[in-house]
Nanobody, 124 residues
Framework: ARPVESGGGSVQTGGSLRLSCDVS????????RGWFRQTPGREREWVAD??????TESHADSVQGRSTISQDENTLFLQLNNMHPEDTGMYYC????????????????????WGQGTQVTVSS
């Protein structure tokens, strides 16, 4: 099944949002789970990821210090604070098994079973 994202909305600059994603199909401990975003005319951009087994996380430079990624068994979360208009986009979650040598970022980049996404709009 495709992931189901929720929690998007419209906020003003400086505001916060917490996104959620049902990832109940991806609960094995060796899964990496992550968030991507996309705006019209641009490629999907990696935002953050977290390793199911130990909670190791990584964040894109564009959201570093403003984002928190967290998870429970069935749900993936992304908290964005101090939001900028550049954070506007459709947000998607992804999951993929972590390879023996690769990073979670490279793993989730292989995901293709995208859900509908949740729209985030930040106004100035």
């Amino acid at each position: 099944a495709r992931p189901v994202e929720s929690g998007g909305g419209s906020v003003q600059t400086g505001g916060s949002l917490r996104l959620s994603c049902d990832v109940s199909e991806y609960t094995r401990s060796d899964y990496c789970r992550g968030w991507f975003r996309q705006t019209p005319g641009r490629e999907r951009e990696w935002v953050a990821d977290i390793y199911r087994r130990d909670g190791t996380e990584s964040h894109a430079d564009s959201v570093q210090g403003r984002s928190t990624i967290s998870q429970d068994e069935n749900t993936l979360f992304l908290q964005l604070n101090n939001m900028h208009p550049e954070d506007t986009g459709m947000y998607y979650c992804a999951a993929a098994l972590k390879g023996l040598w690769g990073s979670c970022q490279s793993a989730v980049a292989t995901f293709r079973n995208w859900g509908q996404g949740t729209q985030v709009t930040v106004s100035s």
